[in-house]
Nanobody, 116 residues
Framework: QVQLVESGGMSVQPGGSLRLSCTTSGFTFRFYYMSWYRQAPGKERELVAGISASRTIIDYADFAKGRFTISRDNDKKVLYLQMNNLKPEDTAVYLC?????????WGQGTQVTVSS
């Protein structure tokens, strides 16, 4: 059974930091392109960052560059997102995605709220 479970979301003040984790099971994590997406209320889901299986290709949305860092541990089968200098507009549900050929797996998401 494929599972992707996000954790680490919480309420923080502007300028704060969070580290999100996506713990996976049920598929061969090390072969998959992994990504973080986010979805704010009333808005479409958008890509935050993605990382290839071997970590040689890493992509960030413009809003994430310089503030967010995606990483992965292929031995532990965990995907991470370090978020620094958080802004109120970063408030959203953050979702983990794994993709390989026709396989496209999603987690349920973790809520990040940035507010003073």
């Amino acid at each position: 059974q494929v599972q992707l479970v996000e954790s680490g979301g919480m309420s923080v003040q502007p300028g704060g930091s969070l580290r999100l984790s996506c713990t996976t099971s049920g598929f061969t994590f090390r072969f998959y392109y992994m990504s973080w997406y986010r979805q704010a209320p009333g808005k479409e889901r958008e890509l935050v960052a993605g990382i290839s299986a071997s970590r040689t290709i890493i992509d960030y949305a413009d809003f994430a560059k310089g503030r967010f860092t995606i990483s992965r541990d292929n031995d532990k089968k965990v995907l991470y997102l370090q978020m620094n200098n958080l802004k109120p507009e970063d408030t959203a549900v953050y979702l983990c995605n794994g993709r390989l050929e026709s396989n496209d797996y999603w987690g349920q998401g973790t809520q990040v709220t940035v507010s003073s």
